[in-house]
């Protein structure tokens, strides 16, 4: 049977081209915080391998004999919320029946519906944890998978077990516990029944380490696609590998959707001695995008975040003076949607993507009297400057739209990104750049010249930078021709605009929108004011 890319559920080397998961981590690390009896965390956004590599290292601490370790999935209490009876005995019973499923002839879930569910809440997964350790012949190691799926007073009832539990070890209690989630345990906002908030770090204060699972590196990334060359025969175009990294900086679901996109969803590419060319790999991207698929589907809802908000809003206006502080940065950072270097940037090209069309979707379907065709002429290019004049009578008529408090900031770079994606959407093409402190939002447009071969063929390429005035119009204007001609060249394009939207000043809107023509370095700019 051909091994595929993997996307969804933990990787099965046998079904699954695979990155040796502990390759991925300091193992040398992990170990020795192990040996030194440590508590410590353990966390990565979803879908990095985070459960792939616990399997991983329980399964080598286990082969190496000197500890009895056990991997288990807590996510089943979340429903309980602060019902602390409920949500500590359905972590406690997952947990036994995980220990005896990995180590038999203990039978502690039999004991545990038996005895242990008569002791109080409050004490069942330390009566647990201790009888495990004591029948065990071997120092216990315990991985907690999912610990901040728990809600409320059971979260706080199941960090506050371990923590009394914890001066016990190794003789009464496991050697180490190992808590794994999407955060770390400091970043924990536990809402208890009473009103009152409790953080995860008072909690649980008796962590020593927070380790975070990383994406793939280049090689890593590169080196699995080609596991499917070595196993197929089939060839990847060099060019692809630039554009696969920049599209996932190795977010390893992203690395092996595209993958399983490329190569299987293409029905075509089934064939494996038909190679996969750069215009396949952006088609496949550009179907990954639009299939609102379950991972970028979590990841838009991370937008309704208030932390989450803030950092997005202040990336997608390019504003430094943002209200987001280093604690949000980092949390945001931690869950896998920005980086913090060289500045604040959304994780990856096609995050770029998803973030602005999931906010502006509702917006963008909602356009009225905009079609696609008024834009293309004669020879199939498309008339960006009909296209920007209505957008500015567009803008005039919308300038209220608010797609929410927290990204206010950003609403008419948001207006307009969902005005352009409503015309050049299922036929062209549009990439998006921005970070924090950029000052600028800039948008590279593809649009096919033969309909028929699409963008496999010859493109129009155009290149739009938007920026909110900040300074006086000649200042915000040059810098922004400086900018929009060095994108252009980057780019490679063949056309640039400049939109300076002016929220500062009370001039009438008859005034604020105006169109002009400058050149920069020899490069002519038409410049749009909104």
């Not at 309980?80 to 036994?96: K, L, Q, W």
């Not at 809600?151 to 706080?156: A, F, M, N, P, Y």
């Not at 010859?458 to 915000?476: C, G, H, I, Y």
Request: charged share 25%.
């Amino acid at each position: 049977m051909e091994l595929m890319f993997n996307t969804a559920g933990p990787v099965d080397p046998t079904d699954h081209y695979c990155v040796p998961p502990l390759s991925r981590v300091n193992w040398t690390e992990i170990q020795e915080l192990i040996a030194h009896k440590r508590y410590f965390v353990l966390h990565a956004p979803r879908q990095t391998g985070k459960t792939t590599m616990l399997f991983a290292m329980r399964n080598a601490l286990n082969e190496e004999g000197r500890y009895a370790c056990a991997y288990a999935n807590i996510e089943v209490a979340q429903t309980a919320r602060n019902d602390v009876a409920r949500g500590i005995t359905a972590a406690t019973d997952a947990v036994a029946d995980r220990i005896d499923g990995t180590l038999p002839g203990l039978e502690l879930r039999p004991w545990f519906l038996s005895k242990g569910r008569s002791e109080p809440p409050e004490r069942q997964l330390e009566s647990l944890l201790t009888r495990w350790t004591r029948l065990s012949e071997k120092p216990t190691v315990l991985f907690l998978d999912e610990v901040d799926a728990l809600v409320g007073d059971t979260l706080i009832s199941l960090l506050r077990q371990l923590r009394s539990g914890y001066n016990q070890r190794p003789q009464d209690f496991p050697q180490s516990v190992v808590l794994c989630g999407l955060r770390d345990v400091k970043d924990y906002r536990i809402h208890r029944s009473d009103g009152e908030i409790v953080t995860g770090g008072s909690a649980f204060n008796i962590k020593t380490d927070s380790l975070r699972l990383g994406d793939f590196t280049f090689r890593e990334t590169k080196g699995l696609w080609l596991q499917h060359t070595a196993a197929t025969g089939q060839q990847f175009d060099e060019a692809i590998w630039g554009e696969l990294w920049a599209d996932t900086a190795g977010q390893p679901w992203l690395v092996n959707a595209l993958g399983h996109e490329a190569t299987w969803k293409d029905r075509s590419k089934r064939d494996r001695t038909r190679p996969v060319t750069l215009e396949d790999y952006k088609a496949a991207r550009e179907r990954l995008i639009q299939s609102r698929a379950t991972h970028l589907d979590q990841l838009a809802d991370k937008l309704t975040e208030p932390r989450v908000a803030r950092v997005a809003s202040a990336v997608l206006a390019g504003d430094d003076t943002t209200q987001a502080s280093q604690a949000d940065q980092e949390y945001v950072a931690d869950l896998g949607l920005v980086r913090l270097r060289p500045s604040v940037h959304i994780a990856n090209r096609i995050y770029q993507e998803i973030i602005p069309r999931q906010l502006t979707w509702a917006r963008q379907v909602g356009i009225p009297n905009q079609e696609q065709s008024w834009y293309v002429t004669a020879d199939h290019r498309l008339d960006m400057i009909g296209l920007l004049t209505s957008f500015q009578q567009f803008f005039r008529e919308n300038d209220d739209w608010n797609p929410g408090e927290a990204y206010k900031e950003s609403s008419a770079q948001l207006l307009f990104q969902a005005f352009l994606q409503r015309i050049v959407n299922g036929e062209g093409r549009i990439s998006r750049e921005y970070a924090l402190g950029r000052k600028k939002t800039d948008l590279l447009i593809e649009w096919p010249l033969d309909p028929k071969r699409g963008l496999h063929g010859p493109a129009q390429r155009v290149v739009v930078e938007t920026k909110l005035r900040k300074n006086s119009l000649e200042k915000d204007t040059a810098d922004g021709l400086e900018q929009v001609v060095g994108y252009l060249r980057q780019a490679g394009a063949d056309e640039a605009h400049l939109i300076i939207f002016d929220r500062l000043s009370s001039k009438p809107w008859d005034e604020k929108i105006w169109r002009r023509s400058e050149t920069w370095d020899d490069v002519p700019v038409q410049i749009w004011g909104a």
